[in-house]
Every structure is written in structure tokens, then in C-alpha cells.
């Protein structure tokens, strides 16, 4: 099974943006892709995903600031994170997947993980 590892995160001011990076031990044609993050104390959320047919799909919280790309040929998905808040602070996952569209923001649906990278953003 395809194995991620994420990096990118650190910390940032708000207003500023940032750029996530999901590396895939192998091609990552027939799944799709997704970002969680948990913030201390809170249960993990759904970012943003890009399933296995490009299609994209985003958190309401980020919608207009976060955008998903994948790139087939180096198998990296990338989270850019514009225009950051305080409230984007958390731990921030990649994971791997083949969820059914309606199953896409739940995170049991996906079974390989990264082990997570900070962002905090300052106000």
C-alpha cells in the first residue's frame, strides 16, 4: 500500500501563505488524497481532498484559501494555504485513500497516514 509523508508546515503570521507537501512511496493514480488536521484537543477535520478522478473537494473553513494539487508524475499532492488564520493552527495529515464520494470528510475512510506536520499560524 502506498505510504505519505508530509512536510511544509511551520509557523507563519496570518495573512501569510504556506505550502504543503505530500510525498506517495508510489504512484498515486488510483487514489485519492486527503488533508485532515487536528488542533490540540479537538477531534480530526477534513480539509481538502483530490480523489483519483482530479475532482476536488474542500471544508467550508478553507474554501477560497486552500487549494489541492496533485502531481501525477512525482506523486506529491500539495495543500497551498493562503491568506492562513489563527484558527488554521493544528497538525496537519496526508492520508491515502479509496472512499465513495459521500464518504470522502470521514477519516476511517482512509487507511494510509503521515505522520503529521505542524503549521501555527500568529495573529
Known amino acids: 500500500q502506498v505510504q505519505v509523508t508530509e512536510s511544509g508546515g511551520g509557523l507563519v503570521q496570518a495573512g501569510d501563505s504556506l505550502r504543503l507537501s505530500c510525498a506517495a512511496s508510489?504512484?498515486?493514480?488510483?487514489?485519492?488524497v486527503a488533508w485532515f488536521r487536528q488542533a490540540p484537543g479537538q477531534e480530526r477535520e477534513f480539509v481538502a481532498t483530490?480523489?483519483?478522478?482530479?475532482?476536488?473537494h474542500y471544508a467550508d473553513s478553507v474554501k477560497g484559501r486552500f487549494t489541492i494539487s496533485r502531481d501525477t508524475v512525482k506523486n506529491t499532492v500539495s495543500l497551498q494555504m493562503d491568506n492562513v488564520k489563527p484558527e488554521d493552527t493544528a497538525i496537519y495529515y496526508c492520508?491515502?485513500?479509496?472512499?465513495?464520494?459521500?464518504?470522502?470528510?470521514?477519516?476511517?475512510?482512509?487507511?494510509?497516514w503521515g505522520q503529521g506536520t505542524q503549521v501555527t499560524v500568529s495573529s
Open positions: 492520508a491515502a485513500g479509496r472512499p465513495i464520494l459521500s464518504a470522502i470528510r470521514d477519516p476511517h475512510m482512509y487507511y494510509n
Open positions: 508510489e504512484s498515486i493514480r488510483g487514489y485519492g
Open positions: 483530490i480523489r483519483a478522478t482530479s475532482t476536488t
